[in-house]
């Protein structure tokens, strides 16, 4: 062990001091190794991994919410797309104290379905698996227009706050707050960060300042259905026409 010791510290003296000698790796092994059934167990790293798996499985499997008919993904407009996108906005209001006009899941990121039955912790992280942030921006109408026309390129998103047809991968009678949405006027929206640095070709939106809190999304879709929950309200969405196809 001393000898170890000793090796690792004068190697680390010397990558340290030698500054002029950089070290560089030349040559590159490995070894791949099939796991199967009839691989053997290793029992002393099933006891080292066991408690931090009984952890997880016990956070995870927490129930928080229910479902009466379950909810899938689908284009212009689905269940669980008015459910996601609800929550933002609700949540987005109370965690920023501000009046959100329009909230907005991009499609690619809805990754998973709600069954119906008890609503667990982790189908939450399988629904959102990624650590977006929801963050808001004023843009003006101008801007929105560009944006909404971005989502009904691409097959109509996830929204709320917002009606709209869509006509040759253009938004068209756009209402806004159960107003005619009007180009002259700036508007609050929540969106994940990574929409609004330009993701899922929103460039329009990339440069506009942000108000961030470090609110998760996926935190967010816990806290609305566990509000709904207390609530003894089901985390059920409805078809609305929020997003149809004028063609």
Same mark, same amino acid.
């Given at each position: 062990?001393?000898?170890?010791?000793?090796? !690792? *510290? $004068?190697? $680390?003296?010397?990558?340290?001091?030698?500054?002029?000698?950089?070290?560089?790796?030349?040559?590159?092994? #490995?070894?791949?190794?099939?796991?199967?059934?009839?691989?053997?167990?290793?029992?002393?790293?099933? +006891?080292?991994?066991?408690?931090?798996?009984?952890?997880?499985?016990?956070? =995870?499997?927490?129930?928080?919410?229910?479902? &009466?008919?379950? =909810?899938?993904?689908?284009?212009?407009?689905?269940?669980?797309?008015? #459910?996601?996108?609800?929550?933002?906005?609700?949540?987005?209001?109370?965690?920023? !104290?501000?009046?959100?006009?329009?909230?907005?899941?991009?499609?690619?990121?809805? +990754?998973?379905?709600?069954?119906?039955?008890?609503?667990?912790?982790?189908?939450? %992280?399988? &629904?959102?698996?990624?650590?977006?942030?929801?963050?808001?921006?004023?843009? @003006?109408?101008?801007?929105?227009?560009? %944006?909404?026309?971005?989502?009904?390129?691409?097959?109509?998103?996830?929204?709320?706050?917002?009606? =709209?047809?869509?006509?040759?991968? @253009?938004?068209?009678?756009?209402?806004?707050?159960? @107003?005619?949405?009007? @180009?002259?006027?700036?508007?609050?929206? $929540?969106?994940?960060? *990574?929409?609004?640095?330009?993701?899922?070709?929103?460039? =329009?939106?990339?440069?506009?300042?942000?108000?961030?809190?470090?609110?998760?999304?996926?935190?967010?879709?816990?806290? #609305?259905?566990?509000?709904?929950?207390?609530?003894?309200?089901?985390?059920?969405?409805?078809?609305?026409?929020?997003?149809?196809?004028?063609?």
């Amino acid at each position: 062990m001393k000898c170890r010791i000793y090796i !690792g *510290y $004068a190697l $680390a003296c010397c990558l340290i001091i030698s500054c002029k000698q950089p070290l560089q790796q030349s040559v590159v092994q #490995y070894q791949g190794f099939q796991i199967n059934k009839q691989t053997p167990v290793d029992s002393s790293l099933i +006891r080292l991994i066991e408690p931090y798996g009984n952890q997880l499985k016990s956070s =995870m499997g927490k129930v928080i919410g229910h479902s &009466l008919n379950g =909810m899938s993904k689908k284009q212009p407009e689905s269940e669980i797309g008015n #459910y996601m996108a609800d929550a933002m906005k609700e949540m987005a209001e109370k965690k920023f !104290g501000i009046k959100v006009d329009a909230s907005f899941v991009n499609y690619g990121g809805v +990754r998973s379905y709600i069954a119906k039955g008890d609503v667990t912790v982790g189908q939450i %992280f399988e &629904l959102m698996p990624f650590d977006n942030l929801v963050v808001l921006q004023e843009i @003006k109408g101008t801007v929105l227009q560009q %944006f909404l026309d971005a989502t009904a390129s691409d097959g109509g998103w996830p929204l709320s706050g917002v009606k =709209m047809e869509i006509k040759d991968k @253009k938004a068209i009678h756009i209402i806004i707050g159960g @107003k005619a949405f009007d @180009k002259n006027v700036s508007y609050w929206i $929540a969106n994940s960060d *990574y929409v609004a640095n330009g993701g899922s070709n929103c460039s =329009m939106l990339k440069g506009i300042h942000q108000e961030n809190k470090g609110y998760l999304l996926r935190d967010a879709l816990i806290d #609305y259905t566990v509000e709904s929950s207390a609530k003894g309200k089901s985390i059920d969405s409805n078809i609305e026409n929020r997003v149809v196809n004028a063609n």
